[in-house]
């Protein structure tokens, strides 16, 4: 089972999510991708992918190629990052953040939230 939201994402538009997680989930909290540009699909084939979480306690998470984020179909823009647990370990809001990396060149989305429901159990 599973969490899984799929979300577009232009690289010149304000993203306004409202994606909600719980709090200490592991490997079943999914955020699909598909990277467009003014509406047109972006090919991510070739580029190095990480996504940076500033969870509310000021601490920060990143997850790459080495855990949990893939690219699922580049020619179409389609990534996926498979949260873990300690980017989801503080409730609250978690300012979140996706870099591209092909070779000296960098870019970085326009950063969104989601919000991490406190677990009761």
């Not at 409202?18 to 200490?24: G, K, L, P, R, W």
């Not at 823009?77 to 960098?106: A, D, M, P, W, Y």
Request: charged letters at 20%; proline letters at 1%.
């Amino acid at each position: 089972m599973e969490n899984r939201y799929k979300v577009t994402l232009d690289i010149k538009q304000r993203s306004l999510l409202h994606i909600n997680f719980v709090q200490n989930d592991s490997d079943s909290s999914i955020l699909e991708f598909i990277i467009t540009d003014n509406g047109t699909v972006v090919n991510i084939t070739g580029q190095t992918i990480s996504i940076t979480f500033l969870k509310p306690d000021n601490n920060i998470v990143v997850q790459d190629s080495t855990n949990g984020v893939n690219i699922l179909d580049g020619a179409n823009g389609r990534l996926e990052c498979v949260l873990k647990s300690q980017s989801l370990s503080t409730s609250g809001i978690v300012k979140t953040e996706i870099s591209f990396t092909n070779g000296t060149k960098k870019l970085r989305i326009k950063s969104f939230n989601i919000n991490v429901i406190e677990s009761i159990s």
